[in-house]
Every structure is written in C-alpha cells, then in structure tokens.
C-alpha cells in the first residue's frame, strides 16, 4: 500500500459514484427533497424552500441549493441530485483519512478506517440517495476532528487557527443542513471529551470551554444570514417553524406531526444492524479499549464521540436509523484500531501450529479477501438490485400517466398530495399540479368538466359517483385516477 490515500480515494468514488443514476427517484425522503429542490430551480426563490407549492421549513436549505444547482447545471435527473450527498460521503472518508493521520495514525490504520467508513452498509447507502443527511455528518465529522486536533495542538503549545477555522466551517456545513440537531450533536460530543478531561486532570481550564463556543458562533453565521432573509419573507411564524417546531418540537415530542416516533430502547434494537458490516469489530473494541481511555485521549474522544451521540439520539422522540449516520465516522474508527489489535495477534500466532496459525498465516489475503467481498456485494446492489427495486418503490409509472392524461388535452389534480407524491410530481413533470385539499374542492373540480382527473391515495377503492380510471401502485400505496 505505497500510495494510499489515491487508492482510497479511488475506492470511495467508485463505491460512492458508480451507477448512480440507473435509478428512479424511490422513498418519501428522494422525493420530498428531490421535488423542493426542483421548485426551487423553477421559482428561483432560494430563501423559501417549497414543497408542492408550500413553504416547507422543516430544515436549513443547504442541500436544496446544492441539489437546484446541480439541476440548473446537470438538468433534472435523479443522478444529479444525488451528487451532493455522493460527494459530502466522498469528503468525509478523505477527511477521516487525513485527519487520522495527523493524529498520528499509521497509514494502514487511516486507511482501514476511512475503508470502513466507506463500506458501513447504512452510510453507504445514505451517501448515495437525497438528503441532507450526508451533508450533516460531513459538517459533524469536520467539526470534531477538527476540535480534536485543537486540543492536540494546544497540549502542545503550538497555535491552532487553521484547525478553529475548520470547525467553525464544519459547524457552519452542519447547522445549514439540518439546524439546531447540526449544533447538538458535535456540541454533545465537546462538551463531554472536555467534562471528561477536566475530570481525569482535575482542572477547570476556562479558556478550552469558550474557544469551541465562540468558533461556534462564527460558524452559525451562514445560518443567521438565511434566518435574516426569511424572516423578511415570513416573519417571526417562519423562524419558530424552523427554529422550534422542527426542531425543539421533534426531540420532545411537542410537534406531533412529525412523526418518526419511537420508544427510548428503538436505536439499542437497531445496534445489531447499525454499523454492519463491521457492528462486531465496533463493540468489541469499544469494550477492549475501555480500561485505557484514561491514559489516551485519542481513543477517549471517538469512544465519546460515539456513545455521547448515542445517548442524545436515544433521548430524542423522533428516532430513524439514518440520525445514526453522524456516528459512523467513529464506530469505523474504533472498528480499525481493534481489527489492527487482532491483525497483530494473528501475526503472533503464525509461527505456531493449529487452525489460528494457519489462518494468522494467511492474514492479509483473508482481509483482501473480506474487503473485496463486501466492495463487490455493494456494487452488485448498485447495478442490479437498486433498479429492480423501481417496479415497487418508483413513481415513474404515476407520472407518466399523468403526463400521457395531459398529453391527451385532460387536466390532472392531485386529491391530498403527501410528500412523495407532490415532490414526485414536481420534480418529474417541471410544474405544479392542481391541488385540491376537500371533497367539496374535490367534487366542484371534477364537476366543472369531463376531461378533470384527481390521483388520490386510498386504502380502498374510492365509492362513487367517484369513477376509477386507473389503478397504480407504488411501494404498497395504491393510487387510483378518478374522474365524474
């Protein structure tokens, strides 16, 4: 491994790139985000974001802008809108990969981690859909590594300003692409390493607690700035929907309408499948290094990174497994110190006899081996299963019905549009749709001409004197075409 970080690099583009587009748009998250960043484009308003017409302030715009402008540059493909998410995953395995090596980490280590990072199936598949998400755990993952090296070099009484600089950049990448949780979950991480530290030293050192939190106020500039403008657009309604209803209001619950709730114990279920497929190298090495976190910081701070994220997302009333992503660069962390403690011990025994000799004996083909087994499962599922999946999960065949009805000189409403299907819509057919909230709304539309349709989304055939054009189904919803 001569030159590892192009290898690296390499390895990632190819997970993270190949075969991106040979999909349709699939899920409620594609959809929703893919739509408003559509609208967007079109409106060219890049202060409000809207779904289906709406303001829809659930989260800061950052991905959104990035999303219209690959659309305005690339044209409106599902392809070009998964290219912020690909590069954010692509940033964030090289950073790790940097990063660790300025702390000092051999190259195998560095490498090793940022390969599992880039190969966690969760991350992996987060990376390589629309979303913020991505976004926010390379905003997160720039902020603590970059406080990380803060500490390092203030133990050495050498000055850190490139360093502050980049956390200030990464809270900035994290607070515009999912708010108050951007501020909360690196903030959870620094104030526990520095409670800790100020434990193990028996010390307060006032000045390591008000440097993070005043890099912390540059870096939610850019956030204040987007504040500012909609405010002027929406008043102090839009800065609560954004600041408190979104966001105070997911955590406690307070906001029902957000959905996603789960009990306290949901994300310790999960941990089975959380970091597959290296789970077993993360607990197990949480659980080797325990006894010398101690003595080393290095492995403190990713051990907290780790449980203090955990900790926080378990508190919360929203839960989804994708809030994980945030975590993933310390679990592949401590997952390839422990793999470098049982390479080693595998070394040791290859001199000896028995099935452990022989297999310490063939080491480094059987790592070899595992990696490209799990790279090309991942690709495999990129070229082959992802497709197939869109005779289920995509909204092509809707749309296209939609656009053959007005082809065909008819006018088509959308009857209670969810996310999925009023981003679906938008995104794919450049415009907006009719949108018709009541039956009342619903029957004076259908009423006022032969040639108006309405797509709702029922449980059940709708009952006349609702007539049934069509049925389509699209991941298990079933869709009917009606008309009077």
Request: proline share 5%; charged share 15%.
């Amino acid at each position: 491994m001569s030159r590892p970080a192009p290898l690296l690099l390499l390895l990632a583009a190819l997970l993270f790139f190949f075969a991106l587009g040979n999909h349709q748009l699939q899920g409620s998250t594609e959809a929703r985000v893919a739509g408003i960043a559509m609208q967007m484009h079109l409106d060219d308003d890049w202060v409000t974001p809207r779904l289906f017409g709406q303001p829809f302030l659930e989260k800061p715009p950052l991905s959104l802008w990035l999303d219209a402008s690959a659309i305005r540059v690339f044209g409106g493909t599902p392809w070009a809108v998964r290219l912020a998410s690909a590069f954010a995953g692509l940033f964030s395995v090289m950073l790790l990969y940097a990063m660790l090596r300025r702390f000092g980490r051999p190259k195998v280590v560095a490498w090793v981690a940022g390969t599992m990072l880039a190969t966690m199936a969760s991350y992996w598949g987060n990376v390589r859909g629309v979303g913020e998400d991505a976004l926010l755990s390379l905003g997160v993952t720039l902020a603590l590594l970059a406080f990380f090296q803060t500490q390092r070099r203030q133990a050495e009484r050498q000055p850190a300003t490139l360093s502050w600089l980049l956390f200030a950049l990464g809270i900035a990448i994290a607070t515009l692409s999912k708010g108050v949780l951007g501020l909360a979950m690196p903030g959870v991480v620094i104030f526990a390493y520095l409670l800790a530290d100020s434990l193990i030293e028996k010390r307060f050192a006032l000045g390591h607690w008000l440097k993070p939190g005043l890099l912390t106020l540059l870096g939610l500039v850019p956030l204040l700035i987007w504040l500012y403008l909609l405010y002027q657009r929406g008043g102090l309604h839009a800065l609560g929907e954004v600041l408190w209803t979104n966001s105070v209001g997911r955590f406690d619950g307070s906001f029902v309408e957000a959905g996603h709730y789960e009990p306290f114990y949901y994300y310790l279920a999960k941990l089975p499948q959380a970091f597959l497929p290296w789970n077993i190298l993360v607990y197990l090495g949480l659980w080797h290094f325990r006894k010398s976190l101690v003595k080393n910081r290095y492995l403190l701070f990713f051990s907290l990174w780790l449980v203090a994220q955990f900790t926080l997302l378990c508190l919360a009333s929203s839960k989804r497994t994708v809030y994980l992503m945030s975590l993933t660069p310390a679990a592949a962390v401590l997952a390839a110190e422990y793999a470098t403690v049982l390479y080693e011990r595998l070394r040791l025994r290859a001199a000896g006899e028995g099935f452990w000799s022989a297999v310490g004996r063939q080491r480094r083909g059987l790592a070899i081996g595992v990696l490209t087994l799990v790279v090309c499962s991942y690709l495999v599922a990129a070229q082959w299963a992802a497709p197939r999946a869109d005779r289920k999960l995509s909204f092509v065949p809707l749309i296209t019905e939609i656009q053959t009805l007005q082809a065909a000189g008819q006018q088509v409403a959308l009857y209670q549009a969810n996310e999925r299907t009023g981003g679906a819509s938008v995104f794919y057919t450049q415009s907006l749709l009719k949108d018709v909230q009541t039956e009342a709304q619903l029957q004076e539309y259908l009423s006022a001409s032969p040639t108006h349709v309405a797509v709702m989304a029922l449980q059940e055939d709708p009952k006349p004197p609702l007539k049934v054009l069509k049925k389509i189904t699209v991941s298990r919803q079933a869709y009917y075409f009606v008309s009077q």
